[in-house]
């Protein structure tokens, strides 16, 4: 069935951001391999398939992406300011997966690659994911209580 629409339609992403319950929090973070920002350190994540949920596409970029394969996200927020990617408008919805401990992972896909970084030690990051690490790391503290 098709649909003509008389106003655009954005894209629409998905992104999981992975912190470790450790002593010594840790995040997982993926150097891009391509434009826009490429070299540069994001979350795991990607364009959202027509036949999944926003959930579904972070979980399986994050698996695409890092090798890692999560089941249990909690959703962070929804990102839609007008600039946020300059390949187009584009909203994502960003999930938090909390582990017990940093695993091998390895960068794949369209990432170069995929490492493990302390919480409180992060290199600035591509797109507005800055905002979503700060939000992220307000849930993951509530969540643990801490």
């Known amino acids: ?3 003509t629409y008389k ?4 894209a629409v992403t998905g992104d999981c951001i ?3 319950k450790e002593e010594n929090a840790k995040v997982l973070l993926i150097q891009r391999s391509d434009e826009p920002y490429k070299g540069a350190w994001a979350f795991p994540g990607g364009f959202m398939n027509m036949d999944e949920s926003t959930e579904q596409c972070a979980i399986r970029e994050l698996e695409e992406e890092t090798g890692l394969k999560v089941t249990d996200v909690c959703q962070i927020g929804a990102y839609s300011k007008v600039d946020r990617d300059p390949r187009g408008r584009t909203i994502t919805v960003a999930y938090l997966a909390i582990i017990d401990k940093a695993i091998c992972v390895v960068g794949q896909d ?3 690659k995929a490492e493990w970084w302390p919480i409180n030690s992060l290199p600035h990051l591509a797109f507005d994911h800055d905002e979503i690490v700060s939000d992220a790391i307000t849930l993951y503290h509530k969540i643990l209580k801490l």
Request: glycine share 0%; charged share 15%.
């Open 1 to 3: 069935m098709a649909y």
């Open 7 to 10: 106003y655009p339609r954005p």
């Open 18 to 20: 992975v912190i470790t």
């Open 110 to 112: 369209d990432a170069a």
